[in-house]
């Protein structure tokens, strides 16, 4: 089974970049119109409330109903997800039994339950989203998405269901700012300031097609500075393009403070990092401080938020595709020259 898990505790550390891309300060004005596009079976389901409803009294039967419905979503999370021994059916089943009576686990599916008691807005804006990617990407097959809780183990996961992709949505990551994060790890960065302001309802489905861009873009062409900015800025670039319906902080991970900022300091920005030499630079550690989610950027000011060089990358490459009026969006993700795409963008920050 392909599977790739987004495990958010640990992703900023063992990938090139962020799964948070930026975007442009405002909407996309010229979005065509995708309400007669027919989707190849868009679906929606709350696997959390079919996991919540198992019945512990006769968990096996339970378990495989659930399997005969579900096979592809409940494997996962039960044996890769959750960690459950499979090799064992008896160990199988006394695990999840333990797991749905754990009073932490009931708490938490309450407190899912009360925040997501209705998904309508959710599943339209997605579906609207899948539209959009079926307009820009006629092959690309509609995912079929999944809702479920891992007790703060992961927030997005995509995995292969069937012939297409299933996309997992841990909804104990999007509970909002009246649920204190803090109290689970407070020391894990996870749980920063910076990174829970955007654990509510508006930013799932913003992070559901986070993974779907990372699908697409694929891997950065080369380890320079200028590489990586733009593969990211290629990410900013396409998802903007796939949910002109969501708010531009949604899209961007950033505060309309941040926006402010970054619009007004570009020409700043940009010196900065022609200033270190940072361009053609081939050190990682040097390159995440700018493409990472952080408090801030490191030697700018204190206002500037972090990925900085995310939001520039998405200046290039939006400067790049307002030049190449017949590139269209494959094509964009198909141009693996970063110099070549940088010269022709002729990108220059603007002088407030």
């Known amino acids: 089974m392909k599977l790739d898990l987004y495990y958010i505790a640990v992703f900023t550390c063992i990938i090139y970049l962020s799964l948070f891309s930026a975007c442009s300060i405002a909407p996309s004005n010229n979005a065509p119109d995708v309400s007669g596009i027919q989707l190849d079976g868009f679906s929606f389901t709350r696997f959390d409330r079919e ?12 378990y495989e109903e659930m399997m005969k419905r579900q096979p592809y979503i409940t494997e996962l999370y039960f044996e890769k997800l959750l960690s459950f021994p499979s090799d064992n059916e008896d160990s199988l089943y006394h695990y999840i039994s333990q797991f749905l009576q754990a009073e932490s686990i009931a ?3 309450d407190t899912i339950g009360h925040i997501f008691e209705g998904t309508a807005e959710i599943e339209n804006d997605l579906q609207k989203g899948c539209q959009y990617l079926k ?51 407070p020391r894990n960065p996870v749980f920063s300031d910076y990174m829970i302001r955007t654990y509510n309802r508006d930013h799932i489905v913003k992070r559901a097609f986070d993974v779907i861009v990372e699908d697409l ?10 590489d990586l900015m733009i593969h990211e800025g290629k990410k900013m670039y396409l998802l903007d393009q796939l949910l002109p319906h969501l708010n531009d902080t949604i ?64 200046q ?37």
Request: net charge negative; with cysteine.
């Open 251 to 314: 899209i961007s991970g950033f505060s309309e403070d941040q926006l402010k900022w970054l619009n007004q300091n570009e020409l700043e920005m940009w010196s900065f990092f022609i200033d270190k030499e940072m361009i053609y630079n081939t050190n990682l550690n040097n390159s995440m401080k700018y493409l990472s989610p952080a408090p801030n950027s490191q030697g700018m000011p204190p206002q500037a938020p972090g990925r900085t060089a995310c939001y520039m990358g998405w």
């Open 135 to 185: 307009y820009y990407f006629p092959e690309y097959q509609t995912p079929h998405f999944y809702t479920f809780q891992t007790e703060f183990g992961y927030q997005v996961v995509i995995f292969s269901d069937g012939e297409r992709d299933g996309i997992g949505l841990g909804l104990d990551y999007f509970l909002g700012e009246d649920f204190d994060y803090k109290l689970i790890d």
């Open 107 to 109: 708490r938490l599916n």
């Open 51 to 62: 996991v919540a409803s198992l019945d512990t009294n006769n968990i096996q039967s339970s």
């Open 316 to 352: 290039i490459v939006d400067a790049f595709m307002r030049r190449q009026q017949d590139f269209k969006l494959p094509d964009l993700l198909n141009y693996k020259d970063s110099q070549k795409l940088m010269e022709l963008s002729r990108y220059k920050p603007p002088r407030r």
């Open 217 to 226: 873009v694929g891997d950065p062409p080369g380890k320079r500075f200028i």
